[in-house]
């Protein structure tokens, strides 16, 4: 069975410090994996996901990701948080080319302090 | 393109009593779906639908019915509510049923009170 996980319930940064937001995954063959990010009382916008070709992936707002295959990761960065940042982030996978569903992970609050 | 659009926003129920959430989307998307968000829990799915007159369960699918006659519409029904549907109801839709990778596009949700 696929399964996410994200071990940080709350993430705390600084603004204009770098952010990282932790996402490791478990799924049979090969992975798509996704990032979304939800604001209060909003439904969740997709940021940026991983098919496949270059580990790094670059999305909305600045954000980016990497996957690590060997450590089945997929960390989700930015180089320099804005308070406008703080949100609630999903990071969600199916195995790829399967109608399999997506598997999302318990979430994230990120906040990002002026 | 008005995107996923759900309706009611909010929504007050007895327990016992039954109730439709309904979803639908502009974008021709072929696969729609219906998660409950509670917290710390991240979205489970309750159902899913592959294409007009394709429905299937997702991994918390007790209590609740889906039909899908249209492309665009993908109601879900509360048959008897029971306090442990309080939650948050998201309906999304994406392109495919997922082979190509393609992302979700959600609504704006249903937030659902059962007393």
């Known amino acids: 069975a696929q399964s996410v996980a994200q071990p940080e319930d709350q993430v705390n940064v600084a603004e204009g410090n770098p952010l990282t937001v932790k996402c490791t995954y478990s799924v049979s063959g090969n992975p798509y994996l996704f990032w979304y990010v939800q604001y209060p009382n909003r439904g969740l916008q997709f940021l940026l996901k991983?098919?496949?070709?270059?580990?790094l992936v670059k999305g909305s707002y600045g954000f980016e990701a990497e996957f690590n295959k060997s450590q089945t990761s997929f960390h989700l960065k930015k180089p320099s948080a804005l308070v406008s940042d703080s949100a609630l982030y999903f990071c969600?996978?199916?195995?790829?080319?399967?109608?399999?569903?997506?598997?999302f992970g318990s979430g994230t609050q990120l906040t990002v302090l002026p | 393109n008005a995107g996923v659009t759900q309706t009611p926003k909010f929504q007050v129920l007895k327990t016992g009593q039954s109730m439709t959430l309904q979803c639908a989307q502009d974008?021709?998307?072929?696969?729609m779906s219906w998660y409950r968000q509670d917290p710390g829990m991240g979205l489970r799915l309750i159902h899913y639908s592959v294409g007009a007159g394709i429905t299937d369960q997702g991994e918390v699918p007790n209590g609740y019915n889906v039909s899908r006659s249209t492309t665009e519409d993908f109601p879900l029904r509360l048959l008897s509510a029971a306090p442990s549907q309080t939650s948050v109801y998201f309906c999304?839709?994406?392109?495919?049923?997922?082979?190509?990778?393609?992302?979700?596009?959600f609504g704006p949700g249903t937030r659902l009170t059962v007393l």
């Open positions: 999304a839709s994406s392109l495919t049923s997922g082979g190509a990778g393609d992302e979700q596009f």
């Open positions: 974008m021709n998307h072929e696969y």
């Open positions: 969600a996978v199916r195995p790829s080319g399967s109608a399999r569903q997506l598997t």
């Open positions: 991983y098919i496949t070709g270059d580990n």
